[in-house]
């Protein structure tokens, strides 16, 4: 059809998949971490909160996967992307909804398309970040076990 488009998107499957890869490595760590896994329009597909982790991580699990997903980059991209522009340094943060700046959001890409994002709150966001990371392990678990 020539007035629609095809849009892949990560399965619920594997959203469950990545969101079970992220809460093995908070547990291993000893974190209390809320982990979102949303679709590539940014809707949630995949949600936990561990016992413990502070209320506001849910929301912000949810804007660092939002994050990721619509701008195919991760969230931690963003700080080095506006430092040094002055107009997007100061209106990025506070003029776009829901942008997180800062640790712990990545988009899921399947060859080459971005199909979702995963956001992790609850800890220091480099923390944040080793959780992400590990539940992106999900789409290829050979370089999980090599770790």
Excluded: C
């Excluded at 640790?103 to 994002?117: L, N, Q």
């Excluded at 220091?124 to 050979?142: F, I, S």
């Amino acid at each position: 059809m020539e007035h629609t488009y095809n849009r892949p998107s990560v399965t619920l499957g594997l959203a469950q998949e990545i969101l079970r890869y992220a809460v093995v490595k908070a547990v291993e760590d000893g974190g209390a971490f809320a982990v979102s896994v949303v679709d590539e329009s940014g809707v949630q597909k995949a949600f936990a909160r561990m016992d413990g982790a502070p209320v506001q991580s849910v929301q912000i699990a949810h804007d660092k996967a939002y994050t990721a997903a619509g701008f195919g980059m991760a969230t931690d991209g963003w700080f080095d992307f506006i430092k040094e522009d002055e107009p997007l340094r100061l209106g990025a943060p506070t003029g776009i909804d829901r942008l997180a700046v800062f640790g712990g959001g990545y988009p899921i890409t399947i060859d080459g398309a971005v199909v979702g994002g995963i956001g992790v709150s609850g800890g220091h966001y480099r923390q944040d970040m080793a959780v992400a990371e590990a539940g992106l392990h999900a789409l290829d678990p050979a370089s999980a076990e090599s770790q």
